[in-house]
């Protein structure tokens, strides 16, 4: 299994970003997918995570509004959308894969042990 971030780069305050993860290497509409983020000298946050029905999407307090996860089964790739970026935006992003087909159907995607990593992409708010 394989998820590739990429889309993150330098960016004004203000300004706008879209990730894309793509998947390989598994079955990706069957799979619960989330964006997380790691400051320097912070843990790793949760920002954003989908459900591998694609009805239900979940996002971090500070990102609501700004962000928007999607995804492409077709194309094995989730998106995150990021608008009205600030400097605290700035980030680390990874992508996460956990199976979610036959699981519970409310788990919570925010606090969930993802199976699979990315090797995450760089953004940065520049203020």
């Known amino acids: 299994v394989q998820l590739v971030e990429s889309g993150g780069g330098l960016v004004q305050t203000g300004g706008s970003l879209r990730l894309s993860c793509a998947a390989s290497?598994?079955?990706?509409?069957?799979?619960?997918m989330g964006w997380f983020r790691q400051a320097p000298g912070k843990e790793r946050e949760f920002v954003a995570a989908i459900r591998w029905s694609g009805r239900n999407t979940y996002y971090a307090d500070s990102v609501k509004g700004r962000f928007t996860i999607s995804r492409d089964n077709a194309k094995s790739t989730v998106y995150l959308q990021m608008n009205s970026l600030k400097p605290e935006d700035t980030a680390v992003y990874y992508c996460?894969?956990?199976?979610?087909?036959?699981?519970?159907?409310?788990?919570?995607?925010?606090?969930?042990?993802?199976?699979?990593w990315g090797q995450g992409t760089q953004v940065t708010v520049s203020s």
């Open positions: 290497g598994l079955t990706f509409s069957y799979y619960d």
């Open positions: 996460g894969a956990d199976l979610g087909a036959g699981y519970q159907a409310n788990r919570d995607l925010a606090a969930l042990d993802y199976r699979y």
